[in-house]
């Protein structure tokens, strides 16, 4: 069985590593895109099964990204969760009201992102 593959977005290099890392250690292909167009043009040829995307970023931030994915028939079932620094509640129903799936507050841990993960495939 081929793993499944997650789609991480974020402007933060150290968030791309770190996060990839767990992802791979987790048994997850990942791809890392720096912003919402690299995202976007990448989607396609990806096909990921699970994109983490930071809310802000530059160009096209992550709200934006995630009303793009959504209005996409192909793409919209895909669960999109959002990764940012605030955890407030006007934050999380931001996100929410775009079409996110689920909110992590950065950086995110390994728990964090097994806890969703054991959430959206199970």
Do not use: H, W
């Not at 997850?28 to 396609?44: H, K, L, Q, R």
């Not at 934006?64 to 509640?89: C, H, W, Y």
Request: charged share 20%; net charge negative.
């Amino acid at each position: 069985m081929l793993p499944k593959r997650v789609m991480l977005v974020d402007d933060s290099k150290t968030i791309r590593i770190t996060t990839g890392e767990i992802l791979e250690g987790l048994g997850y292909e990942v791809m890392c895109c720096t912003d919402g167009f690299n995202a976007i043009s990448n989607m396609i040829s990806f096909n990921p099964d699970l994109v983490f995307i930071d809310v802000e970023m530059p160009r096209l931030d992550g709200l934006q990204t995630v009303r793009l994915i959504r209005a996409n028939k192909t793409f919209r079932e895909i669960p999109l969760v959002m990764l940012s620094s605030k955890d407030g509640i006007f934050d999380l129903a931001m996100a929410q009201n775009a079409g996110a799936t689920d909110y992590i507050v950065k950086p995110p841990s390994q728990q964090s992102i097994q806890a969703v993960i054991a959430k959206l495939f199970t």
